[in-house]
């Protein structure tokens, strides 16, 4: 398996119109189910900067943000004290989750687990399915082998799905 690394979110300017500051479109949709079928445990997995753990903190989730990243940890939390919202906090690798068995009912993973290698990624969902509970719900998206990145002939593979972005 590679080394889990965090984004370099130290690079990332703190603009309120950033895309990084804006939730992805399908999360109000996915807010929205969740919200129905009475939801509250959220499980932001690899919060970046906080966008989506803010909005679901907004509408009364029960809001857990995890990501590799100590700076994105650090500016997810000062973004939420600012909007008055309270979350727990981790900064770890999403390959040993620390959250207990079936302790979660929604999960949102959007662009996070295709950072790793194809070993790194059954790990991950491995993982997630650990800590959902019965009815829980997880969002993930997953990188693909037709996009530009996968198609840059200097980026080394590291296995048949997987490249290094440099």
């Not at 809001?63 to 973004?79: L, Q």
């Not at 939420?80 to 068995?101: C, I, R, S, V």
Request: some cysteine; overall charge negative; proline content about 2%.
């Amino acid at each position: 398996m590679v080394e889990s690394k965090g984004w370099k979110w130290e690079i990332v300017e703190d603009d309120k119109n950033s895309i990084w500051k804006n939730p992805s479109v399908e999360s109000y949709y996915l807010l929205n189910r969740w919200k129905t079928q009475n939801k509250t445990e959220f499980l932001d997995l690899g919060c970046g900067l906080g966008r989506h753990s803010i909005l679901f903190g907004k509408k009364g989730f029960h809001v857990h943000c995890f990501d590799i990243s100590e700076e994105a940890i650090s500016r997810t939390k000062e973004w939420a004290e600012n909007e008055g919202l309270t979350f727990e906090y981790t900064t770890g690798d999403m390959l040993k989750l620390p959250y207990k068995d079936k302790s979660m009912e929604c999960i949102l993973c959007r662009n996070v687990i295709s950072h790793s290698d194809t070993k790194g990624v059954q790990q991950v969902i491995s993982e997630i399915y650990r800590v959902m509970n019965t009815d829980a719900e997880c969002y993930l998206t997953l990188g693909s082998k037709e996009t530009w990145g996968y198609k840059q002939e200097e980026w080394p593979s590291v296995d048949e799905n997987t490249k290094i972005c440099m």
